[in-house]
């Protein structure tokens, strides 16, 4: 693994957490994706020549991890068109995909899209350019033993030439999706057109988005279930953190790429509202994800007083907030059951935001089933439901409906 990043950024008990959840669920989850009612052989599904989850470059991943490999999955790089949170134009995006060795199901390959938590914001930061993933390969060889086909997308501009919008879970969401059409298209004929979402932190918004966008953007495919652990929903409330000197050091940690992110798409924005004393100083080091630099990063990461990133007037702050709540979510219903964890002392996502953006979801017509940990936090909540509550969805079973009952206003 790339040294340096994880240490500081990504908690390694959330890596344990999502493995816990991979062990626990696996035997239920491979006996029920054999049963429902599929369709007795899987079709390819109909797609222009250029249009999202084409390929533009597939190539097999001879290096990938031997946990992986153990499986006898077979693994590839896709290289495929998307689509812009910004104007809808075409994206280029990179990712991996993984196909379970032996006879596929009747009716394919259930997929399992993965949606990774933070990686970094440039573009040599996507999961697909290291052998183990970022640290995630258990994962996935999880899935892939539970009887899934994994699509893993790398999110724009991570990967492959592009910016990438940190946190803009909308844009994340299309490249969720159209990693799925992309496995399709590497394997014709042994995927099913039904699939699952799973994502935490940053992919949780990613995961949440893609089960919104689904139905309008995606109707030849059957999202059955997307589950969104301690989702980066809506982030408008940095702003005001910022404002206020009140982020945690963790929090300062990510509201830095965010304001990196935005200064790049964004390049009308004056940083000098935004940022001075050295984080300006050492605003390219604090980009790195790895490599050499990765622990110069650490060290500045931790150098940062929060009057450094206080914007300098009421009005940059508010320009900055409605930066983000552009990207917030929820901004459709959710056709699909989605289960939401959240944690009471996560040290990156207040819960108050989180749990705003459900009861904002539920008033759309979403479908929510809520786990709310009030002890555990953005590392250490218990993810050990995640794999057998995704069973009981491609079984068919009843699953509690939150949003079918008074949701509370409290916490």
Known sequence: MRKGFFSTWWPPMRRRAWFFAVATGMTLLASSIGCGSLLATPKPLARSNNGPGTLVEIKSLPDIDPIIRATGAQALRVVYRSTSDADGSTTIVSGAVFIPGGRPPPGGWIVLAYAHGTSGINNECGPSLSPNLFGTAPMIAGYLKAGYAVAA?????LGEPGIHVYLDAKAAGYNVIDAVRALHNARPGVISNRWVAVGGSQGGGASWAAAEQAPMYAPELHLIAAVNAVPAANIAGYAQKAADESMTPTQTAAYVWILMAQSRVHP???MDLYRRGSVQKNWEALSMCFGPRAQERNDDVAKVKPD???PSTPAATRKLAGLLAAMA???????????????????YIEPAWTHAAIVQACRMGSRIEVDFQPDKGHGSFDASRILPWLGDRVAGKPFHDACSTQISTDH
């Open 153 to 157: 997308p790398d999110y724009q501009g």
């Open 308 to 310: 450094e990133v206080r």
């Open 268 to 270: 009308e924005l004056d």
């Open 329 to 347: 979510l929820p901004q459709h219903k959710s056709d699909a059951p989605m289960l939401v964890i959240y944690a009471g002392n996560d040290e």
